[in-house]
């Protein structure tokens, strides 16, 4: 029997490993097809607490995919956080929370479900049905993880009632404080001592089309905000490192998330980010920062509003 590979995207985050993990257990479990787990890059510190305290060990490196392989993607739809290739693949089914992006092509009719909830791991929850309420401790761990990671344990906009609902149930099952596990995981999240100014930049990161433009959208999510601003000129280095290596982007936008503030500090180091900036969030950006009060969600807040200046 063929195993099914089922991963999520490039840098990938909590949401997006741990819901190849369970998805993976799913189809284990509760279908009768085998599935392994994959991760396509290098774990955040988060991703690693959540799995050491849940009993699981990382996933294995996933660096390509070849026209044999039947393949499950998970917390994305957009084939440039993919590996290449991934379309001469066998996409049997996508479950997302995205936007669609467009640009998959599959080998026949596949399973696809996108859900505007704020985890991939609420839309699994919800397509399992029944069996949701009978996951072993360590799946209901990851799940809860994930939905608290992706809604900034529900500060979030793009958090909905269901997640919350879905979120309390877990942590009920569980025995757990939202509050105090929130805050273990995000202060894992917020230690990037061991990260080069190039990994931080990598650490998570998509890239999008705006206009004529192609710009990588780097975020880090932190307790501590001044440990990276006080990086800032290492990471202005690294953005211009990272565009000459990548070829395919004009340029970096990096935003670092004050958790508890609940705000955005964007780099705005030269003419062209700073309109850009100017142009999305209707602020004069004339300096090399910029803080960005109320906005800590890419995909609803910073993605929709990008555009370029006329």
Known sequence: MTTI??????????????CAIIWAWYMNT???????????????????????RWGHSD?????????????????????????DGV??????????HHKLVGGLSTKGPADMTIRPLASTASVMHDLMGAHAETTPEDIAGIMLSCILSDTLEFRSPTT????????????????????AYASEMFAAKSDISDFTDVGLIHLD???????????????????????????KDGLVAAIKEV??????????????????????????YNPFL???????????????????????????????SLKLPA
């Open 59 to 83: 996933p294995s490196l996933l660096d390509k995919v070849t026209p044999e392989d039947k393949i499950v993607i998970v917390d994305t739809n957009n084939p440039q956080e993919l590996l």
């Open 160 to 179: 909905t009632p269901h997640d919350k609902d879905i979120a309390e149930k877990l942590a009920e099952r569980l025995g757990l404080n939202i509050s």
């Open 274 to 304: 700073q309109g850009v900036i100017a142009a999305s969030f209707g602020v004069k950006a004339n300096a090399d920062t910029e803080v960005l009060p109320g906005v800590v969600s890419r995909k609803k807040q910073i993605i929709p």
């Open 30 to 52: 509760h279908t009768t097809n085998k599935a392994e787990a994959f991760v396509l890059g290098e774990l955040n510190k988060e991703t690693k607490f959540v799995l050491n």
């Open 243 to 268: 565009v000459e290596k990548d070829g395919d982007i004009d340029d970096v936008l990096f935003f670092i998330v004050d958790i508890l503030k609940e705000e955005a500090t964007v780099l705005t």
């Open 5 to 18: 590979k089922v991963f999520g995207h490039i840098s990938p985050d909590t949401d997006a490993t741990s």
């Open 87 to 96: 379309n001469d693949a066998d996409i049997i089914q996508i479950i997302d």
């Open 205 to 231: 990161s998509k890239k999008f089309e705006v206009g004529d433009k192609n710009i990588r959208v780097s975020v880090v999510e932190t307790t501590n905000p001044a440990s990276v601003l006080a990086r």
